[in-house]
C-alpha cells in the first residue's frame, strides 16, 4: 500500500456523533436514521433528535444495517434483526477466543 493509499480516521470511542454526523459517516441520508431510530433499530432512544447521540458501537451497527439493506434488499426490519443476531454471534466468537477454545 503506498503513503497515497492510507486511509485516515478518528478513534471514535470518547465520540459521540450527532443524527446529521451518523448520516454522513453511513452515506445515509439523516431521514434513514430518523426512521431507524424511531423503529428502534438502535434500542430505546428516549431523547429529542436533536439531542441524539451515537456510538461507534451504534456506527458499525448502522453501517451494518445499510449494507443488509442495500446488498438483499432487505426491509429496515429485517436487516436490524439480522444485525441483531450478527452483532451476537461477534459476541460469543469474542467469549470462545477469550476462553481459548
Keep these: 500500500m503506498h503513503d497515497e493509499e492510507l486511509l485516515q480516521g478518528t478513534i471514535l470511542?470518547?465520540?459521540a456523533l450527532s443524527a446529521d454526523e451518523l448520516a454522513c459517516a453511513c452515506s445515509v441520508s439523516t431521514e434513514w436514521v430518523v426512521r431507524h431510530v424511531r423503529e428502534g433499530s438502535f434500542g430505546e432512544i428516549r431523547a429529542s433528535a436533536t439531542e441524539w447521540r451515537f456510538s461507534s458501537r451504534d456506527l458499525?451497527?448502522?453501517?451494518?444495517?445499510?449494507?443488509?439493506?442495500?446488498?438483499?434488499?432487505?426491509?429496515p426490519e429485517l436487516a436490524a434483526?439480522?444485525?441483531?443476531?450478527?452483532?451476537?454471534l461477534?459476541?460469543?466468537?469474542?467469549?470462545?477466543?477469550?476462553?481459548?477454545?
Design 90 to 101: 461477534d459476541s460469543l466468537r469474542v467469549r470462545v477466543r477469550r476462553a481459548g477454545l
Design 81 to 88: 434483526l439480522v444485525a441483531d443476531m450478527l452483532e451476537e
Design 13 to 15: 470511542d470518547d465520540a
Design 60 to 75: 458499525g451497527r448502522a453501517r451494518r444495517i445499510r449494507a443488509l439493506e442495500r446488498d438483499f434488499d432487505a426491509v
